[in-house]
């Protein structure tokens, strides 16, 4: 018979990890409000800095959210004391990931909305949702990615490769976006249309970030015990 989950166990070990993170979280808006006051100047050398800061800022939270919940924890040894609980692997993993999740997501997601809200109050070109959109998409996959390895593998250098080698990555990405001419056309006018690669980009953002989770949450959560 399945086993339940254990919610409140759960509950606790998804609280540990968000305390942990609350005085970087504040930094890290701080640094997202600073960004978006250069978008919102909407002169072509602010929109630069800001972008670039928004990009590092988003990066950064993603790594951090990462190294913070799994690998400082294993250098710590902290799974002792959690063996110590009324935990299964599954409860482990699950807190896990949402607990992760939660400390990830709530930056990333104020952030985007008010990205957006500069975009569409500013003589920006409304447009630049879309590349928002695509950008933001490609960090949230980079950190599904950081975050699937970072469960399955222990080694440091090859979390610390995959954190690094999914970040960089958008560096081409846009180069690639910049290459495709339905979607610079629709960056530079002031109607949000989403071209069809544009969609297909942001679907396939979708799907590889939520086959990794599953992956991490399937892999982790049928193991028999903890090592």
């Known amino acids: ?3 339940e989950l254990n919610w409140p166990v759960i509950r606790l070990l998804m609280i540990k990890d968000w305390q942990l ?8 808006l701080l640094g997202g409000i600073v960004a978006l006051a250069f978008l919102g100047m909407a002169k072509p050398w602010a929109f630069y800095i800001g972008s670039l800061l928004l990009i590092i800022l988003l990066v950064a939270v993603a790594c951090f959210a990462v190294s913070t919940s799994l690998l400082v924890e294993r250098k710590e040894q902290t799974l002792a004391f959690v063996m110590s609980l009324p935990v299964s692997p599954l409860d482990f993993t699950v807190a896990k990931l949402a607990g992760n999740l939660l400390t990830f997501l709530v930056p990333f997601l104020v952030m985007a909305l008010f990205t957006a809200i500069i975009i569409f109050s500013t003589p920006l070109p409304d447009g630049l949702v879309v590349l928002a959109a695509l950008v933001f998409g490609h ?3 980079a950190y599904c990615i950081s975050l699937a390895v970072a469960m399955q593998v222990e080694s ?3 979390n610390l490769f995959a954190m690094i080698g999914s970040m960089v ?6 180069m690639l976006i910049g290459q495709m ?19 297909a980009i942001l679907g396939a953002q979708a799907l590889i970030g939520l ?3 599953a992956f991490a949450l399937w892999s982790n959560g049928r193991k028999p015990a903890f090592y």
């Open 1 to 3: 018979m399945t086993r």
């Open 21 to 28: 993170f609350q005085k970087q979280l504040a930094a890290h």
């Open 139 to 141: 960090v949230l996959v």
């Open 156 to 158: 440091e250098g090859w």
């Open 169 to 174: 990555l958008i560096n081409p990405f846009l």
């Open 181 to 199: 001419d339905s979607v610079q056309s629709v960056l530079r006018g002031n109607a949000v249309i989403w071209p069809a690669p544009a969609l």
């Open 211 to 213: 086959a990794c989770l």
